[in-house]
C-alpha cells in the first residue's frame, strides 16, 4: 500500500493563490456559506420542535450526518426530507439511523463516527461559523484538535490537481487530513480570517471550474 504521504502531495501555497485569485462570485459566496447553512441548521432544528441553540446544534448534525460524497444543494434536501419523514430515501441505512440517534439527543461527537474527519468539522463549522472545528473522539488524536474540513475539493485545491477516486480514499486517513488541515489554518493566519471563510471561498471557486470534469 502506498505511502499515505506521498498520495496527496500539496502545499499551503496552492490554496493561499486560489483564495487571492479567487471570483467576485466565490468570495461573496464563499464568505456566506457557513453562515447560511447556520440558518439553515436552525431551520431544521425548529422544525423538530426545538429553540435557540439547541435547535441549531440538531440541524448542524442532521447536515453534517447526510453529507459525505453528497453536493450541497441535495445535502439541504436530504435534510428537509429527514425532518419531514424520519428517514431519507437515498441515504445510507447508517447514515438515517445516525441521524434518528441525534434527534433521540444523541452526543453529535459520538454519532459521526470515530473515523469522521470531513464530517465533525462540517458540523462545527455549521454549527459556530467563526470558530475553529473543535472536535473529539477521533481515531488517531488523543485530545481535541481543531480541524478544517476537508473534502475532496478542499483537498483538490490543496493538491493542485482534481483529486482521482484513489486519492480521496487516503482523506480517510488521520494524518493526511491533519496535514491538509494544516495549511488551512496556515492561510486563515496569513488573511486574519476564519478557516472555514477560507476554505468555503476555495471551495466554491475550485467547485464552479471543475464542476464538469469527472477524475478516474
Known sequence: MPNPNNVIRGSYKNILNRYVGASEEAKEEGS?????AHEIATDLGKL???????ATKLG??????????TDWEKNVEYGYEFVNRGWVQNQTQINNAKASLLVSGHDPMIVLGRTSYKVKPFYKAILNPDEDNEVTNLVGFRKPVKLAVVDRHAGGVYNG????EFQRYYLGKWKVTRRISHAYFRVAKIFNLPVNTIQAVVWWDWREEYKNVRSS
Open 161 to 164: 490537481t482534481p483529486l482521482k
Open 60 to 69: 448542524s448534525g442532521l447536515l453534517a450526518v447526510m453529507s459525505p460524497r
Open 32 to 36: 456566506n456559506f457557513y453562515y447560511k
Open 48 to 54: 423538530l420542535g426545538h429553540t435557540g441553540y439547541d
